[in-house]
C-alpha cells in the first residue's frame, strides 16, 4: 500500500508549492534539515524530503557520512531526497518488482546502487504479488477485497504474479555500519527484522512503515513491529500522522522512526519543534 508520504506525493505532483500547507510544509523543512547542516536545493527538494519523511530520522544520525539501505525503494522517491540532501551518501536501494525498478533506474541509476532482490527471512525465490497500483505490491497476498472496499481502491487487486530471488539484510550488508535502514514492504517488515539481526545491531534508525490493523495475509502489524524493535534495542522517537480509513477514520498506517538513544537525551524532532507525532 502507498505509505501516507506517498499518497501526499502522488496528491501533490501538479501543484506542489501552490497551496498554503504545501509552502508551509516546505519552508519548515528547510529550517529543519539546515539545522541538521543538510542542504535542499531548493523548497520543492525539501519538501520532497519531508514528504519521505526524511525529517523523521533524529539529527544525531549523519546522512551524509552513512550507509543507507531503501528496502521497498519502488521508484526511488526516499533514496532521491535521501541522495540531494545528503551528497556522500551511500544508499542501496532494493526493489524486486521491475517496473517501478526500471523507474528507479533511470531517475538514480547513476547515484544508487540498485539490487533487485526482495529482502526477507531467509536466502530463496518466492512468489511477488504485483497489484493493480504497484505501491502495494508485496510477497505478501494483499487482502485485495476487504482494502479495496474499505478504502474504495481498486489499486489492491493482484495483476500478476513473479517469481523473485530474496536475500536477507544481514547478507545484503555484511559486517558493514548502517546509518539508515528505511523499510517499506507491505507486510514483510517482521521478516525483513528477523532476517537482520545482526546488521540492525549495526544499524542507528530504522525508518519503517506500519499499519495499525492487517492489509496482507499473515502480515505483522504495529504491535508485532514495536515488540520487535524495542527486543533489538530500539526505541521510537517519532512517527508521522496516521492515515485514517473507512467511515469511522479508522487509523491505517503510518511511518515510523526507531533509533538507538542514550538514556536522558532527547534526540527526536521534538527537540526541533517538530512532535513525536506530525502534525498535518
Known amino acids: 500500500m502507498p ?81 540531494r540532501l545528503a551528497p556522500h551518501a551511500e544508499i542501496i536501494a532494493c526493489e524486486p518488482n521491475p517496473a517501478p525498478r526500471e523507474r528507479l533506474r533511470k531517475r538514480l541509476g547513476d547515484r544508487v546502487t540498485i539490487v533487485d532482490q526482495a529482502i526477507g ?30 478504502l474504495d481502491d481498486a489499486g489492491w487487486e493482484v495483476t500478476e504474479r513473479v517469481d523473485v530471488e530474496v536475500t536477507t539484510l544481514d547478507l545484503l550488508v555484511g559486517d558493514r555500519d548502517v546509518a539508515v535502514v528505511k523499510l517499506d514492504v507491505q507486510g514483510a517488515e517482521l521478516d525483513v527484522l528477523l532476517g537482520g539481526t545482526n546488521a540492525l545491531a549495526r544499524t542507528q534508525a530504522v525508518l519503517m512503515e506500519v499499519t495499525f490493523f492487517s492489509h496482507y495475509e499473515a502480515d505483522a502489524t504495529f504491535g508485532a513491529l514495536h515488540a520487535r524493535m524495542v527486543d533489538l534495542g530500539f526505541e521510537l522517537v517519532a512517527m508521522a500522522q496516521p492515515a ?37
Not at 523543512?29 to 523523521?56: C, E
Request: charged share 20%; with cysteine.
Open 121 to 150: 527471512l531467509e536466502p530463496g525465490r518466492a512468489t511477488f504479488n504485483i497489484t493493480a497500483m504497484d505501491h502495494n505490491s508485496s510477497l505478501r497476498e494483499p487482502r485485495s477485497e476487504e482494502m479495496g472496499a474499505l
Open 3 to 83: 505509505s501516507l508520504g506517498d499518497v501526499r506525493r502522488m496528491a501533490g505532483v501538479a501543484v506542489p508549492l501552490l497551496t498554503p500547507v504545501a509552502l508551509r510544509e516546505a519552508i519548515d523543512a528547510r529550517r529543519i534539515f539546515q539545522a541538521r547542516g543538510l542542504h535542499a536545493p531548493s523548497l520543492l527538494h525539501a519538501r520532497r524530503a519531508y514528504l519521505s519523511r526524511v525529517h523523521l530520522i533524529p539529527p544525531s544520525v549523519d546522512l551524509d557520512a552513512g550507509l543507507i539501505i531503501d528496502i521497498g525503494a519502488n521508484e526511488g522517491s526516499f533514496s532521491a531526497a535521501v541522495a
Open 244 to 280: 485514517l480509513a473507512g467511515a469511522q477514520g479508522r487509523f491505517a498506517w503510518s511511518d515510523a522512526c526507531y533509533a538507538r538513544v542514550e538514556k536522558d537525551l532527547v534526540t527526536s524532532p521534538l527537540a526541533e519543534g517538530v512532535g513525536v507525532v506530525e502534525q498535518p
